[in-house]
């Protein structure tokens, strides 16, 4: 058994803190102001000392003898028998050995007249705050900065660097994410979005303290600014959900897709993911003979992305993904009146019509609702040069002579589903030939009847 070392106590033996023999000889310890604050909390740092000094051993038993009687609520006082029953599976000698280093440390008191051992405020306090980071894990280090910070301000003993604290993991959140928007990766991105869901909750709540923080006159000036920093951290964001949608929208549109068989670069990556070293080499076996130059790639930032691949890059062992076998692209089947009778139908009841205007009304109620949206969703490729190049019936619906005009009012239907229409008419589109043969005569301009009837004496 080691012998506890009594030379690092923090008081000498008249009660008298010891000097701090790390400053350069002529420093004095008031005069640093981390450091004095640090030596006016020695009692709560003995607390802790007592409990992670020793081996690690040492330190299991002593949490673990903490952890347990402060779990028993309802009956606080312990009496040494109930202990040696409690720990049974603990050598006798470990425990007495952690009962008296609690005791000492404060943490513990024992109490002579009723014979028994009591939790100190200062226990409580220590193991409450060792037991609450075993709680957390990576991405709540978040949420406990944001409740250490609202239970701060509630207590009246918020300081900036507890809020310093987290502006500080709000920026690094901030950075990291900013780079997975910069490496244009999907799976980064993705992974990053997921990591920003997870903390989003902590993110909201810490905006309502730090507004009540901004808007509370008591506070100084200091704080202020520190709040001010965080709020605008935080506005920050919450406004990246919006960056990775944007961010993966272009590239779902640079995304390559393999024909009509379903596939796409995306899938080819996932695919090659999973395959082991010696599949891969198998794989690329036939092409070595024609290595790819990409001059155009600066050297430096291909490493870079190499390196997080080969290296950083999360794998997902579960991830399974299997190519089809390969196969022709199945050829489309060309357009025709058969494949699309409903548009046929309009084609043909326009095709037929001879007035010059047409009620929207008259035209696209038809059978059913549905068939009615399909129609008012045709009728705007009448006159479309892009549709005129389409195959049959579409062209035929986009050389038709009518345009569509609308207005801002409504006309009632309440017939087959409609309720009611935008007011609007096809108009038919007269061409300059036809237009002289219909014209009217001019009052300058006599008919051929009246010519003859000049003529005759």
């Known amino acids: 058994m080691n012998k506890a070392r009594d030379d690092d106590q923090s008081v000498t ?69 109930e202990l040696r029953r409690t720990f049974a599976y603990l050598m006798p000698t470990a425990l007495e050995t ?14 002579p007249a009723a014979t028994c051992y009591v939790l100190t405020s200062a226990g409580l306090r220590v193991y409450g705050a060792v037991a609450s980071l075993f709680q957390l894990t990576e991405e709540d280090d978040l949420g406990w900065i944001t409740g250490l ?11 900036p660097e507890v809020l310093s604290h987290l502006l500080y993991r709000l920026r690094r959140l901030e950075s990291e994410l900013q780079q997975a928007v910069e490496s244009l990766s999907e799976p980064r991105i993705l992974q990053a979005r997921q990591r920003l869901a997870a903390v989003w909750t902590w993110i909201e709540r810490g905006s309502n303290t730090i507004q009540q923080i901004v808007q509370d006159p008591a506070l100084d000036r200091e704080l202020h600014r520190v709040a001010q920093q965080i709020g605008r951290a935080q506005s920050r964001l919450l406004r ?6 944007r961010v993966l929208n272009d590239i779902d549109r640079q995304r390559i897709h393999l024909g009509n068989t379903g596939l796409s670069t995306s899938d080819l990556v996932f695919f090659l993911r999973q395959c082991t070293l010696k599949e891969l080499s198998g794989l690329i076996a036939s092409h070595l003979s024609r290595p790819i130059r990409p001059i155009y790639v600066l050297t430096d930032l291909l490493t870079d992305q190499a390196e997080y691949v080969l290296l950083h890059r999360s794998r997902v062992p579960s991830e399974a993904c299997e190519l089809p076998q390969a196969l022709d692209s199945p050829s489309s089947p060309p357009i025709s009146g058969v494949a699309l009778p409903e548009l046929s139908l309009l084609v043909n009841q326009l095709a037929a019509e001879t007035r010059l205007t047409i009620p929207l009304e008259e035209v696209v109620p038809w059978a059913s609702f549905e068939e009615s949206a399909y129609r008012l969703s045709m009728l705007p490729l009448l006159g479309d040069a892009d549709a005129a190049g389409s195959e049959e019936p579409i062209r035929t619906l986009a050389t038709l002579p009518y345009t569509v005009a609308a207005s801002l009012a409504e006309v009632r239907i309440e017939r087959v589903g409609v309720a009611a ?28 009847e009246e010519v003859t009837e000049k003529a005759t004496p």
């Open 13 to 81: 033996s008249d009660g008298c803190e010891p000097p701090f023999p790390y400053l350069t000889a002529g420093i004095d310890p008031e005069d640093i102001t981390p450091l004095w604050l640090l030596r006016s909390r020695l009692p709560v740092l003995e607390a802790f000392m007592t409990l992670f000094r020793g081996t690690l051993s040492d330190n299991l038993v002593r949490l673990m003898v903490l952890g347990e009687m402060g779990r028993r609520g309802e009956m606080p006082e312990w009496t040494f028998g």
């Open 149 to 159: 910070v609202r239970a701060s301000y509630e207590l009246g003993t918020l300081t």
């Open 421 to 448: 229409l935008t007011a609007g008419s096809l108009q038919r589109v007269v061409t300059a030939d036809h237009s002289d043969a219909v014209a009217p005569p001019s009052d300058n301009q006599a008919t051929e």
């Open 98 to 111: 952690a009962l008296r280093r609690l005791r000492h440390g404060g943490l513990l008191r024992y109490d």
């Open 240 to 245: 990246m959900t919006t960056v990775f949608q």
